[in-house]
């Protein structure tokens, strides 16, 4: 268990903690968030918290992959781990916030939906000897995914003090990339999936 690693099992830990704030009823312990105005903009400080929280989580996204390359700890264990501390995080947040209200349903249908295929690609890839090597649009695609989602818990500031949906726009963004991303791995990988 090396140091790259411990922040993807941390990164876990992070979006459990999430999601208990995002779904527990705190109103049944007598637990109340405090809601906060800015510019007549009504806040639940519950989702600041989750914001805050996810943003950390994002950032250990980052450096475990950074920690892994520069000292040589990339391990089939780690890259593993990695790729379900992301899709638990994002994949789960975006249920919850379509379940609220906050996005439309199709962005997490569409997200899972790609994350469904392009896994299933790499397996059949990896059954096959073959590696999938992550592409340039799932990078950007993950990337404006993250930050939509930060916003949206943010409620869109300092955005939405200026009409702007941001967080939308980043959000559609990444709904859109994934589709094309999707379409590039099978091209791509189509060969090796059906290949005998």
């Known amino acids: 268990m090396n140091l790259p690693n411990k922040l993807s099992l941390f990164r876990v830990i992070l979006t459990f903690i999430i999601i208990i704030i995002l779904t527990f009823p705190f109103y049944t312990v007598n637990i109340e968030f405090p809601l906060i105005s800015i510019e007549g903009i009504i ?11 996810f943003a950390i989580a994002s ?7 950074y920690i892994a390359r520069k000292y040589n700890l990339i391990t089939d264990y780690g890259k ?34 790609r994350d469904t295929i392009t896994n299933t690609i790499k397996m059949m890839a990896g059954n096959k000897g073959k590696v999938v090597a992550a592409m340039f649009l799932g990078k950007v695609k993950a990337a404006c995914l993250m930050v939509g989602i930060i916003l949206i818990l943010f409620y869109n500031m300092p955005f939405s003090l200026y009409n702007l ?30 290949s005998k």
Do not use: C, W
């Not at 790729?83 to 994949?91: E, F």
């Not at 991303?181 to 091209?187: A, E, K, P």
């Open 80 to 113: 593993m781990l990695d790729a379900i501390a992301d899709k638990i995080l994002v994949n789960s947040v975006l249920i919850i916030l379509s379940g609220e209200g906050f996005i439309h349903p199709i962005i997490p249908v569409i997200i899972i939906t």
């Open 59 to 65: 950032l250990t996204d980052t450096l475990d992959g």
């Open 43 to 53: 806040m639940d400080t519950k989702y600041i918290i989750a914001g805050i929280i």
């Open 165 to 194: 949906r941001v967080a939308d726009f980043l959000l559609v963004m990444a709904a859109v990339l994934s589709v094309i991303s999707m379409i590039q791995y099978y091209n791509i990988n189509k060969r090796i999936i059906f």
